[in-house]
């Protein structure tokens, strides 16, 4: 799982799974949200590692569904970020996953959803919050980091 500390709270998601789960330490309670409004997904059951074991079964696994990567918390407009990259078939479209951007507030709710394969993401695993806005890597110039940052929430 992909997973993030905050506070008393422990919020995790699975690789292909929309879902966003919580477990509260403190209360010792688990609750789930639907993590997407997109009516566009379809969610696959988890594979056991051992039928993996051949390349093709991996990247099929892997690449075929959609990828949802690391909750990322913004302390300063209070929400969290989510990245997801649409299903692609290899080795056809390798690289040319469409990404999608989902901002919760602090109970989960989808306050905002976009496509922003536009922004052309480089490693959407590499991304962080700050006052500034949420950075994200792009696909730039070889020897060098680039990020483009957004800011799409406005703090009241």
């Known amino acids: 799982p992909r997973y993030l500390v905050q506070g008393d709270l422990l919020i995790y998601s699975f690789l292909h799974s929309p879902v966003v789960y919580t477990y509260n330490f403190k209360t010792q309670e688990q609750r789930s949200y639907p993590g997407t409004e997109r009516a566009d997904l379809e969610v696959r059951e988890p594979q056991e590692p051992g039928k993996l074991n051949d ?16 909750i990322l918390y913004d302390l300063s ?22 990404f999608y951007l989902t901002v919760f507030n602090k109970d ?9 394969t536009d922004i052309k993401p480089g490693t959407p695993d590499f991304a962080f ?7 994200i890597s792009t696909k730039g110039e070889e ?8 800011n799409i929430i406005e703090k009241d």
């Open 77 to 98: 407009l209070e929400v969290y970020y989510r990245i997801s990259a649409s299903p692609l078939d290899f080795p056809e479209s390798l690289g040319k996953a469409n």
């Open 108 to 116: 989960f709710e989808v306050i905002y959803e976009a496509d922003i």
């Open 129 to 135: 919050a700050t006052s500034e806005g949420l950075w």
């Open 55 to 70: 390349p093709k079964s991996f990247f099929d696994y892997y690449l075929k569904d959609n990828n949802y990567k690391k």
């Open 143 to 150: 020897d060098k980091l680039s990020f483009k940052v957004l």
